[in-house]
Structures are given as C-alpha cells and as structure tokens.
C-alpha cells in the first residue's frame, strides 16, 4: 500500500513539473510582431503556388455530383470533346435520369439513346483551328488520373505570347485548349518567382500566385465545385461499373475468407489422424 501512494505521489509531481515547464515556456515566447497578421492574410491571398498540390476529392458515389458533371460536360464539353465507349441510354440508367429528361436536357437535338456520346465537330476542323484534334475523353481519367484534370481546369492563365488562344496552362504548357471555362473563372494572370540561377543551368519560372484580373459569373468557391462536379463526371465515365464492381468485391471477399476457413477445417479433419 506504501509503495502505491508513492508512486501516485511521483505520477502528481511530474505532472505537477511538467506543468510548469510548459508555462515558463508560454512566458518566454515573444510577442507576436504588429505584421505578422497581415504577412499571414498576404499569403492566404496568393492562391496557386501550391497547385501541383490540388486535389478534387471527389466520389462517383455521390451521384448528384455526378450528374451535375454530365450538365457541365454537354454545356462546355461536348461541342469538342467525344465520348465514344459511352452510349446516352447507358448515362441514363446509371445516373437515374428520366428518359424524357435525358432526352430534352442532355442529349443534342437529331442524337438517339442508342449512339454513343461524340462530338459534332468535324476533326478536319478542328484540326485547321486548333492544330490537332481535341482528345475523346472517354478513358481520361483513367490514363491521367482526377488530380491531372483538376488542375489543368483550374490553372488557365492570361499569356500574350499565345495569340492564338490568348491563354497557357500550368498543367500542360502551350495546350492548344482556349479556356472555355473563362466565363464562369473569369481571367487570371500568372505571377511568377525569379528564375533561379542563370545560363544554360537556369531553371524554369516557378508560380509565386494568381492575380484574378477579370471576375466570371462563379465565384472561387462555385468554380471549384463546378469543376470538381465535371471530374467527378469523367471518373465516372472512365468506368461506369466501378461502384458495383467495388460494392461486389467486399462479398467476394468475404467469400473467400469463408472459403479459406472451411477448406482449412476440411484439411484438418483429413489430415487429424496423420498428426
């Protein structure tokens, strides 16, 4: 009993010391310096610099955003972009859309459910305006990964140099993509760090931040959500079976984890007169 109180005795004074050596700390730190506040508010402004950073966060499971994402990729993609492993009857089951629905909102007047989702843009065209012709998007995802369409949506900057377009891309510098989106972001421009060292052993512009130089019709945050919406569109596409195929491999699993302890039962009662 002795030896328990003082042990309970030592548990209260280290307690008791640390404490103590906390407070003395908390007294010697100095006092917050009048621009520190401010420094803080700089570099919450300067969005961007960590934009290799970004990531969209987003899940086909979450089926309003997915659908939202098929609003956004017919108003802005379509009229480029093709889909052309996915079928509008298919888009519709999957995202539970009405067929009268999908047939007045989503698909273009003289389509059918029955044909896949292409672009109505002749490719000679498209190859005379824009250099080449724009990708079908159908495995995007799946050959770049959401983080890569994220962030290529998202850092669209001002750039004289590019008279063609008028823009540049930090995830693909000098695309042949105009910014179809700068109506709702609105325009950018890019401020970048010095280069550091010089010569042939220079190294490339780093992005210092974002200065908005022309508002859209969304704000910040509505952007990122449409935006986000539209990846979450095209994961699905990539795709469309993977939340059954996720949903039926935790069963199959499990089976198998069942299967495995049988068949070691059905091993031991063979094997229990060998032991």
């Known amino acids: 009993m002795r030896t ?32 520190a506040a401010a420094e803080g508010q700089e570099k919450v402004e300067k969005v961007g610099a960590d934009w290799q950073r970004w990531q969209p966060h987003t899940s086909v499971t979450d089926l309003a955003s997915v659908q939202r994402g098929a609003r956004n990729f017919v108003s802005y993609c379509l009229g480029c972009h093709s889909l052309r492993f996915q079928r509008w009857a298919r888009l519709g089951t999957d995202l539970h859309i009405p067929p009268d629905l999908l047939q007045k909102d989503l698909i ?15 490719a000679a065209d498209a190859e005379a305006w824009f250099g080449k012709a724009p990708p079908d998007l159908s495995l995007m995802v799946r050959a770049r990964g959401r983080a890569y369409i994220y962030q290529f949506l ?13 823009v540049n891309n930090l995830r693909l510098p000098a695309t042949a993509m105009p910014h179809v989106l700068s109506e709702l ?4 421009a890019a401020v970048f760090k010095p280069a550091a060292g ?18 859209g019709r969304l704000s910040a945050a509505e952007y990122d ?22 949903s039926l491999g935790v069963w199959v699993v499990l089976f198998l984890l069942v299967f495995t302890w049988l068949a070691w039962l059905v091993k031991r009662e063979y094997w229990k007169d060998v032991h």
Do not use: W
């Open 4 to 35: 328990e109180v003082l042990i309970a005795r030592y548990l209260i004074a280290g307690v008791l010391a640390l404490l103590l050596v906390r407070a003395a700390c908390a007294a010697d730190e100095p006092p917050a310096a009048p621009g």
């Open 108 to 122: 273009p007047p003289g389509d059918k459910p029955q044909q896949y989702i292409l672009t109505s843009m002749p």
């Open 154 to 166: 998202k850092t669209f900057y001002v750039d004289p140099t590019r008279p063609q377009t008028g």
């Open 185 to 188: 972001e609105g325009l950018k």
């Open 198 to 215: 010089g010569g042939e052993g220079a190294q490339a512009p780093v992005l210092d931040h974002f200065e908005q130089i022309a508002p």
């Open 225 to 246: 959500g449409f935006v986000k919406d539209t990846v979450n569109f095209l994961d699905y596409v990539s795709e469309p079976t993977q939340t059954a195929r996720r």
